[in-house]
Each structure stands twice: as C-alpha cells, then as structure tokens.
C-alpha cells in the first residue's frame, strides 16, 4: 500500500511538472502572423526582373530598377542617345 501511494504521488508530480512545461513551450512560442498583403510587383526597366514596388528603385519618371546600379546604366545608356 505504500508503494502504491507513492507511485500514485510520483504519477502526479511527473503530470504536473509535464503540464507546466508544456504551458512554457506554448508561451513561447511565437504566435502566428496575419498573411502579407498582397503587394504590386513591378518589372526592372533595365533587366527585366519582377520585384515588390516597395523595395524597387524608381528614376522619377515612373521607371522602376532592381537596383541603383541599374538605375545608373540606364541613365547612362539613356544620355548616350
């Protein structure tokens, strides 16, 4: 009888203990982010790949680069004409 009583304690502490760290695991994990927004992808004007609006360069005539680097060639390339 002792013996089942102390396994009967043993069985709720190791219950409690796994509960707790469960519930701390849960806490930390991060909870899930909305989806992103769709966002409007436009085309480099110098070489033709597609990339967010937001993180494209513009030349404030309403073209668009993939990089500053693309921007100067085309100005470039643009001034050579």
């Not at 796994?18 to 989806?35: L, N, V, W």
């Not at 033709?48 to 680097?69: K, T």
Request: charged share 20%; proline share 6%.
């Amino acid at each position: 009888m002792k013996y089942l009583l102390v396994l009967l304690v043993l069985v709720v502490a190791v219950g409690i203990w796994r509960g707790k760290r469960r519930a701390e695991a849960e806490a930390r994990s991060p909870a899930t982010a909305p989806p992103n927004k769709p966002q409007t992808m436009v085309a480099c004007a110098h070489c033709g790949l597609h990339l967010p609006q937001a993180e494209a360069v513009s030349d404030g005539a309403g073209r668009f680069f993939c990089s500053l680097e693309h921007r100067q060639a085309a100005a470039r390339a643009d001034s050579a004409h």
